[in-house]
């Protein structure tokens, strides 16, 4: 399974970005779709989630301001962003817990992870 994302870029304070992220590959069920950052010097951590049925999951810092979104046909996950701020700037990944479908039957989940994107907020 890959993970293509895109939409990063250089955006002002207050800006607004969408990022998207499609899944690929051998047939899978994509069970839960997300999205996580890193800012130089820190840690990975996770922006905000979305299972196949619908249920979402926001860090405190980005809720009212972050939109996560997805098309199960398409097997693609979104993350629209508005209000940013500096503190937004990091590095976006994408993810993706999937089950994979071998021999008549799904199996998982295993977790895959996009390239990266990054998202700039300047001041």
């Known amino acids: 399974v890959q993970l293509q994302a895109s939409g990063g870029g250089l955006v002002q304070i207050g800006g607004s970005l969408k990022l998207s992220c499609a899944a690929s590959g051998s047939i899978f069920v994509a069970n839960r779709m997300g999205w996580y950052r890193q800012a130089p010097g820190k840690q990975r951590e996770v922006v905000a989630t979305i299972t196949s049925g619908g249920t979402l999951n926001y860090a405190d810092s980005v809720k009212g301001r972050f939109t996560i979104s997805r098309d199960n046909a398409k097997n693609t996950v979104f993350l629209q962003m508005t209000s940013l701020k500096p503190d937004d700037t990091a590095v976006y990944y994408c993810?993706?817990?999937?089950?994979?479908?071998?021999?008549?039957?799904?199996?998982?989940?295993?977790?895959?992870w996009g390239q990266g994107t990054q998202v700039t907020v300047s001041s």
């Open positions: 993810n993706a817990e999937v089950s994979l479908y071998q021999r008549s039957a799904y199996y998982g989940p295993y977790v895959y």
